[in-house]
């Protein structure tokens, strides 16, 4: 079998001076830029690029559910497609969903519900799409923080907005957010989300060893790393709303009326 490029990962994830391949300190995340409001045709939006993740997220909701017999009748249904483009990785992917793709889909779904008052919109749906175009580790947490944007983007009615981050192990030492090769190489990835309403954890993977210590240390830099993505995420809703603001007062109006 022809060996890809890819294939050969780095002997070490640290430089000479300890900083990780790409620069970042141990416990560093990488770029995170966010943006809300960016397709049009869709009820809400949001885009983020995440290191070199660059990822879409566009919600329609409440809206009858399709097909009929998975409506309920007691409270709406949460319904996410996480879909990566074939272009998104290094090797070609293959278009159908595979396995993991639904099963990231239903793990955010799961992380995003609990936010959600489901249970006043019976017998309609809220559908989540997520295109992955530029993929490297770490793509289910983007996509759950920018899909949590995305719904509060559409105006739909939520406890708190959800974030997610991962934190993980590379050449023994404990990291944040790992990049792809990182995630790779590395001994382990344990990637969490946080629901802000109850400060509670709506995700918690786990791939790899570590011990106790490192399990609960694991834990506070996830939580230092979450609130300077939920930051972000605040950041990029309140910009939106500061830009009508601006219009509206650039037209003579008064915002608010
Ligand atoms: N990846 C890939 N091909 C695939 C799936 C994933 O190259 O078919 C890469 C991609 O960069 C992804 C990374 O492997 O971000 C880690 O994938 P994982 O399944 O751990 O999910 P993620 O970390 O993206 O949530």
């Known amino acids: 079998m022809t060996l890809l490029i890819q294939d050969k990962y780095p002997e070490k994830l640290f430089r000479e001076d300890g900083k990780r391949l790409d620069g970042r300190d141990k416990d560093d995340l990488r770029n995170i830029k966010m943006e809300v409001g960016v397709i049009k045709n869709a009820d809400g ?34 319904r996410v497609f996480y879909r990566m ?36 919109y019976p ?22 923080t920018v899909a949590a944007l995305a719904l509060a983007d559409a105006g739909v009615p939520m406890r708190s907005l959800v974030t997610s981050c991962a934190v993980g192990k590379i050449d023994g030492q404990l990291v944040t957010d790992l990049s792809g090769i990182e995630d790779k190489a590395g001994e382990a990835d344990l990637p969490v989300a946080m629901t802000w309403f109850n400060d509670e954890l709506s995700l918690l993977q786990f791939d790899g ?28 809703l309140k910009r939106k709303y500061q830009q009508i603001r601006d219009n509206v007062q650039e037209e003579g109006g008064d915002p608010e009326e």
């Open 45 to 78: 939006s949001a885009y983020i690029e995440w290191g070199n993740n660059k990822i879409f997220a566009s919600v329609y909701g409440p809206r009858e559910v399709h097909p009929h017999h998975l409506a309920k009748p007691d409270k709406g249904i949460l």
């Open 85 to 120: 483009t074939t272009y998104s990785v290094f090797d070609r992917k293959r278009p159908a969903p595979g396995r993991r793709e639904k099963e990231i889909s239903m793990i955010i779904a799961d992380c995003l519900e609990p936010v959600l008052f489901l249970e006043l």
């Open 123 to 144: 017998g309609t749906s809220f559908e989540i799409f997520i295109e992955v175009v530029d993929a490297d580790g770490g793509t289910r947490c983007a996509s759950t």
């Open 209 to 236: 060893k570590v011990n106790k210590d490192e399990f609960n240390e694991f834990l506070e830099m996830a939580e230092e790393a979450l609130g300077q993505v939920y930051q972000i995420q605040l950041d990029a």
